[in-house]
């Protein structure tokens, strides 16, 4: 008994295969990228027709995330100040990070029946710098920095003398 006849078997590299699906990928991620790329250059060149005679010194990564951001109700030149706030909830603070947004929320020391129980001093703002924890005094809160408005610096001091104050992340 003999071995039966069969057709020649043809043996291919699977290296092959797999570089043809690498650059069949390859085509459609360049053709993604363009896309982007596109979109956001219309973006940006539609921002800029806005702002003609303002320049930023943003890094263009920094940029490009602004313009896929949400647009801000805040006008675009005005001015930001750091503003030290002591937040009731020292464990709230140890969650914040630099470069998060956050409404803070004022409650009076003593609520009455007239007033509201709480209010937001300010709304969408950005944490600039969180320091620390002071150990001497863990029950005082904590202390963060914000980056707002002059006038919305002004509101969390007095809000801080008065009431406590704590933050939402937005």
Known sequence: MGVPPFPPLHVRRSGLRLRRALRRQRGTMAAGLAVTAAALAATAAGQSEGHAGRR?????????????????KRPADEELVSAPVRIADA????????????????????????????????????????????????????LVVLSVPRDTAAALAGAGTTSRLAVTLC
Do not use: Y
């Open 56 to 72: 930023t010194s943003e890094a263009p990564e920094t940029a490009a995330l602004t313009a896929a951001a949400p647009a801000r």
């Open 91 to 142: 464990a709230t603070v140890r969650l914040l990070r630099p470069g998060d947004r956050v409404d803070v929320i004022a409650a009076p020391d003593s609520p009455s029946e007239d007033g509201p129980a709480a209010e937001i001093v300010a709304s969408d703002v950005r944490v600039d710098e969180v320091p620390a924890p002071d150990a001497t005094a863990p029950e005082a809160g904590a």
